[in-house]
């Protein structure tokens, strides 16, 4: 039986967008029917800024980050063009996106990630979907020159965000942004690592105004952590370190698109603990509803630290971006939180009422 897609039924990137998208002609979609993602409002940090605060919920794509938008578009030109084996760098999403898709395809997987800073259910996708996984002792800028090199001399296709497709995929959240919300927003804040997601925000939404679909850019400003903050500083960091391992990366690939997408939008980058870091997340865990991973609490952290510097965003809109799932990575979450479950009780109604203060 043909399964006949109803007119509900989101399409995936690349059919959604097809003629935005520079890709070659005729490209057959590999699909598990990514981005359409959700954009939910915070009533927590619309109350406490006085704006009305948009968070684009990126962990619920279907691998659980942002890294299916651009993938889908990497993977189905890779494919096309004849590929047999594709190959990433990865600080953990992209290499769970890269294996699903490529398996999709009917390629070969092979992915390069830091020994021991991955987390635990990033590497379990990889794994899962049958990825050849090699863990290098260097960190993410020394697992993606490997992988260049990989790419340069042996038959391997490369999809890191330095192959432009990556791109051409993840501005399609722009496009979703101003689609839901009739205009883009005052302000756009984000997670930043290797810098490819601002990069192909800033793309997308600059592509809708000269399309006539927005009248105007948003303000892009991007967070990094203290530990990895190569764009706050303007200098590489040779040893990047940060529990939002997601982020973690010393020397950005997209660096000039991402300092352009800052500068030409009036915004900027900031550096964050994590401390402030993780208390965001659970902030938002708690308030929101949303379980984001480490890094991708960024945003909410930087949001928060504007406010604290005394900075006012009253009668501005504000879209957040949430770049991967909370499940990816529940040690980090965990962390110090000491005895997760304070009471065992006997099975019984009295006991758990009891127990729970009921009575
Ligand atoms: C959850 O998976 O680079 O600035 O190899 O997983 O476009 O790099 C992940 C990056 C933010 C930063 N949030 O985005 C990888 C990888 C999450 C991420 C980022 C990543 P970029």
New binding site residues.
């Given amino acids: 039986m043909t399964a006949k897609p109803g007119p509900h039924q989101w399409r995936g990137v690349i059919e959604e967008y097809r003629d935005r998208l520079d890709i070659p002609e005729g490209t057959p979609a590999i699909t598990l029917r990514e981005g359409g993602t959700p954009l939910v409002s915070s009533e927590w940090l619309s109350g406490l800024t006085g704006a009305q605060v948009w968070l684009k919920v990126e962990g619920d794509n279907p691998t659980g980050?942002f890294?299916d938008r651009g993938m889908t578009a990497a993977i189905s030109v890779a494919a096309f063009q004849g590929a047999k084996a594709v190959v990433c760098?990865?600080?953990?999403?992209?290499?769970a996106s890269m294996a699903a898709y490529a398996v999709k395809a009917g390629l070969k997987p092979l992915v390069l990630v830091p020994e021991g800073k991955i987390a635990a259910g990033k590497m379990a996708q990889a794994i899962v979907h049958g990825a050849q996984v090699i863990m290098v002792r260097g960190n993410?800028d020394d697992c993606l020159r490997i992988a260049r090199g990989l790419s340069e001399n042996y038959p391997v296709a490369l999809v890191n965000?330095v192959n432009p497709v990556r791109l051409q995929g993840q501005k399609t959240a722009s496009f979703e942004i101003v689609d839901f919300l009739g205009e883009a927003p005052d302000f756009h804040f984000l997670?930043?690592?290797?810098?490819?997601?601002?990069s192909a925000y800033w793309m997308g939404y600059n592509e809708y105004v000269a399309s006539g679909n927005a009248t105007r850019l948003p303000v892009m400003r991007g967070f990094q952590a203290e530990g990895a903050a190569p764009l706050v500083t303007g200098e590489p960091f040779p040893n990047p370190e940060t529990k939002a391992t997601?982020?973690r990366?010393g020397n950005?690939a997209s660096w000039k698109l991402a300092e352009a997408a800052a500068g030409e939008s009036g915004g900027s980058f900031t550096a964050l603990t994590d401390n402030e870091i993780l208390a965001a997340q659970h902030k938002l865990a708690s308030s929101d509803g949303v379980f984001v991973?480490p890094?991708?609490a960024a945003g909410v952290a930087g949001l928060l630290k504007a406010l604290e510097d005394g900075e006012s965003f009253t009668g501005t809109s504000i879209v957040i971006t949430v770049?991967?799932h909370g499940l990816k990575d529940t040690a980090t979450a965990l962390e110090g939180l000491g005895d997760l479950v304070d009471n065992i009780v006997d099975p019984d109604v009295e006991s758990a009422a009891a127990a729970a203060g009921l009575v």
């Fill in positions: 980050s890294k760098a990865s600080t953990g999403n992209t290499s993410f965000s997670p930043v690592g290797n810098a490819g997601n601002i997601a982020i990366v950005p991973e890094a991708s770049t991967g």
